[in-house]
């Protein structure tokens, strides 16, 4: 029965994903920030919150996508252990695909400097498997990646329902919508909240421009870099 639900899950998506896709997707970000600590580090858990949440858009065509932090997120502030209260500064980083022509260009920001990598991309080794569940009236089926380049294991459910190659932190080449998506077991979890078939006059997609032009490797040495210097200092966290 799975097998044949999955047949025609595939051949619903090759008859839709030919009709013109574009749209606006709202996620909420749930981090747990305690399990980026090292495992005997009691006393940084009892001075932050185990979770940080925040909201990210998804502006897609049917070629493009631009993924970046919801412009109306209030600020980042969030109660303690202690029942303080922490600010958290998230990087403002802007993620754009052009699926026709494989090419990314990534605007990220590291402690206080933007850097911008353009690059070629490539379609993720994504495995479908044959488990399917519904998640706020969206039919889905269930896929895995094991991101070695990013060290990351990833578990997604997507809906052919909306047909875009599209997804959050730059997660795509599936055969639909990510309604939600876990990385490295619940580390970070995106869930869908909002969807809309349409996009206003002020929803532009395009690649972002100005920072620092760096290559991928490039960038990612910088951030082990810093992020060994941090832990040197503290042994406080990695970062995304």
Known sequence: MKNFFF??????FTQSFSQVAEGQALYELKINLHKRLKPDDEKMKEMMP????????????????????FEDEEDDVQPN?????????????ELYRNYKIKRKVDLKEFFGEKFRIEDTITPKGWKITNESKKINNYNCMHATLNDTTNKKVVSAWFTSQIPTMSGPEGYGFLPGLIVEMTINEDEMIYTLMDYKNTLSKKDIIQAPT????????EFKKLVESKTKEMRGRRGMMRTN
């Open 7 to 12: 047949f025609v899950f595939l051949l619903s």
């Open 50 to 69: 185990e979770f940080k949440t925040q909201k990210m858009q998804l502006l897609f065509n049917k070629n493009e996508s631009y993924y970046k932090e």
């Open 210 to 217: 100005g920072g620092k032009l760096i290559t991928e490797i």
């Open 81 to 93: 252990q202690g029942g303080g209260r922490m600010r958290f500064m998230s990087p403002k980083n």
